[in-house]
């Protein structure tokens, strides 16, 4: 390009450039061509290299607080900011199509039985934290101690964040392995994570892992949350959904 | 004197597609930053207007590029940045490369240093790169996983290097006054030229002012120019 633009500059008679200037070789656009060479090579590898990346900065602690490609969590939210809920502050509230609706204090649900599970937590953006360890009430048993009610067929979730929700399908919310979690990572679920409380939903991309959970509802049918509004599926079973095929959690 | 102190440097249109080119690549390494650094994502939040803010400025880069093409200045720029000359090897090698005897730099620059092309050269390959990527990355569907961990792990990392480049250029810019007023105004003065650029101010001067050519004379071919 900038070679066919030569001549026209040289018309140009306002002695703006020597001839020098448009002398020597097209080293611009060699650096141009290449750059956008490189870029495809590293979109048809990257895969596999961000996978040696990780592992290779993995020691190094803390990097992934800074760096945006050395692994860990990344923190999304969706609001400007989430107002801070303490154990003591927090409440969890059941109702819609249950027996017995209520809300639950956090000593509460760890008084109910405990779920521990270590299992990743795979992004639909395609990171992926590997081994997390998580503990809370499974959801089942959740359900079971306000009782379900007949013509119940899905469940809905809010965060205590005012704006975000998830939902499952019944029979998916009575998997043993979706958590109403109060424990991630060995400690609490810190702020960031969503805490006091989350939802994990290990077989699922993470979006429907939601957040500061504040309310849990049992509706008729499923109401999609809030990516699945902007395009995202609301099966979201990772490897079986949104066109992609990352290995199962 | 009736050599003009002043000369202009960079005309309007040129001006206009360095400022609105750096206020997007701004916006844009701003909103990757509080969409992508723990502390700052979680402090700003708000990752649907991000977002938003950031696939359209990412999209618009290259305009005031193309649009810059209609301007016969900024077309001669991009062929003066495109070609890498004798001088340009010199500029590189040379540790002394600035350094300025009786008033003019030692090495007779042309209208850009060899930096500055280089510079030039990774923003014009970065803008692709991180447009295509980042099409990928908008518009998901048509690619398979790998492609799309790629087009991340590529758009990503080059975020990086693009940043560190964008605070050296930046960087470099505070330090000479007289370049912050070239890209403001436009304008510079005759002294700086020479210090920085002698090739360009021989080639400036030539045309209307030939007898100072005699006594500047940098030993380069003449142009053809009578």
């Known amino acids: 390009m900038p070679g066919m633009l030569a001549p026209a500059v040289r018309r140009c008679s306002n002695g703006e450039m020597s001839r020098d200037d448009y002398r020597g070789a097209p080293v611009g656009r060699r650096i141009v061509l290449g750059m956008v060479g490189l870029g495809a090579a590293g979109v048809a590898v990257g895969a596999s290299a961000q996978e040696k990346v990780s592992t290779a900065l993995a020691p190094i602690g803390g990097l992934d607080e800074v760096l945006p490609g050395a692994g860990g969590f990344r923190f999304y939210s969706v609001v400007d900011e989430v107002r801070r809920r303490t154990p003591q ?18 000593a509460e649900l760890q008084a109910l039985p405990q779920t521990r599970m270590t299992r990743d937590f795979q992004c639909v953006t395609g990171w992926r934290v590997e081994d997390v360890a998580w503990v809370g009430v499974a959801l089942p048993d959740l359900l079971d101690a306000v009782g379900v009610a007949a013509g119940a067929g899905a469940v809905r979730f809010r965060s205590f964040d005012g704006v975000y929700t998830e939902s499952l399908t019944l029979e998916q919310a009575r998997r043993r392995d979706v958590l109403v979690a109060t424990g991630m990572l060995g400690g609490p679920v810190t702020h960031d994570h969503g805490g006091p409380v989350r939802l994990y939903v290990a077989p699922m991309y993470a979006y429907k892992s939601l957040k500061w959970l504040g309310g849990i509802e049992l509706t008729r049918d499923v109401v999609p949350g809030y990516w699945e509004r902007r395009g995202y599926d609301v099966d979201a079973w990772v490897g079986r959904s949104n066109g992609r095929n990352d290995e199962p959690t | 004197m009736s050599r003009p102190e002043w000369l202009t440097r960079f005309t309007r249109a040129e001006r206009a597609v360095h400022h609105v080119t750096a206020v997007l690549m701004l916006v844009c390494l701003g909103t990757a930053a509080c969409l992508y650094v723990p502390d700052l994502s979680t402090w700003v939040g708000r990752r649907n207007l991000m977002k938003t ?89 048509p690619w398979p996983d790998d492609w799309r961990t790629g087009a991340t792990f590529v758009h990503d990392w080059l975020t990086l290097a693009v940043l560190a480049v964008v605070l050296g250029h930046l960087g470099y810019a505070v330090r000479d006054p007289g370049a912050l007023g070239a890209m403001w105004h436009g304008r510079v003065r005759r002294g700086w030229a020479a210090r920085h650029h002698a090739g360009w101010l021989d080639a400036m001067v030539k045309p209307q002012d030939p007898a100072p050519e005699r006594s500047v004379k940098s030993g380069k071919p003449d142009s053809a120019k009578p």
């Open chain 1, 89 to 106: 502050t927090y409440r969890l509230t059941v109702g819609g199509l249950v027996r017995r609706p209520r809300s639950f204090t956090f």
């Open chain 2, 53 to 141: 803010v950031h696939v359209w400025c990412g999209f618009a880069l290259p305009v005031p590029v193309l649009l810059g093409l209609l301007s016969r200045a900024f077309r001669a720029d991009l062929g003066a940045l495109n070609r890498f000359g004798p001088h340009d090897r010199e500029w590189l090698r040379r540790a002394d490369r600035r350094a300025v005897a009786d008033g003019r730099g030692i090495v007779p620059v042309g209208k850009f240093n060899a930096g500055q092309k280089l510079n030039a050269a990774f923003v014009a390959g970065s803008i692709l790169v991180m447009l295509g990527t980042g099409t990928m990355l908008t518009f998901p569907d």
